[in-house]
């Protein structure tokens, strides 16, 4: 029965505050509280704007009066947790990459000064080249740093930043469509997906579009996910994140996928084929539920007797189609007189493909007519036993001898 609750009952549960993006330790998940929360990062803010505030009031910057000195402080602030929120999205290797760079920036354009000094230059036009040196110097070390950031070898350092390294790789990024699937949750569940899960806001959006959608089947689909979500959510071994990231200039949810799996070093986790091809070709790492499905399949080899159910014609003459418990299809020459029964078959060959595995068999039917008799049974147009029989039996002359009224232990 479909339960009457819309995706505005559920969309809330799973985009809590205290679900955006942030690290979390596991004494959190045990009630306990930690510095790093929205509202500590929130209090921390406005103590350093009141700060600048004052700052700027006190000491009136450029000789302006103390309410244009605290409106400078005021931006100055603002400028910087603006600078401070970019940076948070930043790797530890590049920040690094951006701190050396800008070190031995400054580093340069201090002995670019000290050359200076012993010039005949006027004093004014020194002073002016000797802080365009440290700007240019201090702005290209800091870019520079921060591009070549990724070749850096943190592990040289003594295993410091390890633990950095392997929280990154623990990042799983969820499709829209391996969420509607929801075998997502079934694998996460026994404990074969773990770190940290980060669903998208967009995704999230796309997903609420499909449960509000006019089309019955497309509701249920999309109610179907949110559910999935809350389920995956209550797990305990897993940290699920709500990811804020949002890339306006690309139209595509497969493509913001892709840039926010590069900027989180995750790995995306879905089971659409093109998406699986795209994501392969940029380098980023792919848990394809349909790739595990086929690798858990049982094997079948040829030769051996499996029972199926007859779903369907085939395309060729006197072919049925089955369906195995995992949507394995099964083509069976010699069943199409079998449609809506389920027969043993016999299997013949099994084929591999990228879409999935096919296994053909054959069906024998005059095996199915030797076995009710071999059981026991009486044949399917046999008439009863207790019902008169006359002229049984099979002679040259076309007459058939009495069978006795009572079994016999020894024939079939």
Known sequence: MQRNTGPQNRLPVVTAPENLPKQTSPSSRNGHDHV?????????????????????????????????GA????????????????????????LIGAAIGSILGLLGAYLTSLILTHTIMPESTRSFFSLAAFLVMAYIGLILGANKGDMLNLQALGGLFGSERSLKH?????????????????????QFLDGTVIIPQFVLHELQLVADSADPLKRQRGRRGLEV?????????????????????????????IELAKRYDAKIVTNDFNLNKVAALQGIEILNVNQLA??????????????????REGKEYNQGVAYLDDGTMVVVDGARKMINKTIDITVTSVHQTTAGKMIFGRYDERGE????????????????????????????????????????????
């Open 294 to 311: 086929n690798a858990l399949k049982p094997v079948v080899l040829p030769g051996e007797t499996m029972r199926v159910f007859i779903l």
């Open 369 to 412: 007519q030797q076995m009710p008799r071999a059981t026991g049974q009486s044949a399917p147009h046999a008439e009863p036993p207790s019902a008169p029989r006359t002229n049984e039996g099979a002679t040259p002359g076309g007459e058939r001898p009495a069978r006795p009224l009572y079994p016999e232990t020894g024939r079939g």
């Open 36 to 68: 790093g929360t929205f509202w500590d990062m929130l209090g921390i803010r406005i103590v350093f704007m009141a700060v600048c505030v004052a700052a700027g009031f006190h000491f009136r910057p450029f000789s302006v009066t103390p309410v244009s």
């Open 170 to 190: 623990s990042f799983k990024v969820l499709d829209t469509s391996v969420i509607i699937d929801g075998r997502v949750a079934d694998i996460a569940d026994a």
């Open 71 to 94: 409106a400078t402080g005021f931006l100055f602030g603002l400028a910087v947790i603006l600078f401070e929120l970019r940076l948070r999205h930043a790797s530890l290797r590049r």
């Open 229 to 257: 979500l809350q389920r995956i959510q209550k797990m305990a071994h897993l940290e699920v994140q709500i990811a804020d990231d949002d890339f306006l200039q690309i139209p595509e949810v497969d493509l913001k996928l």
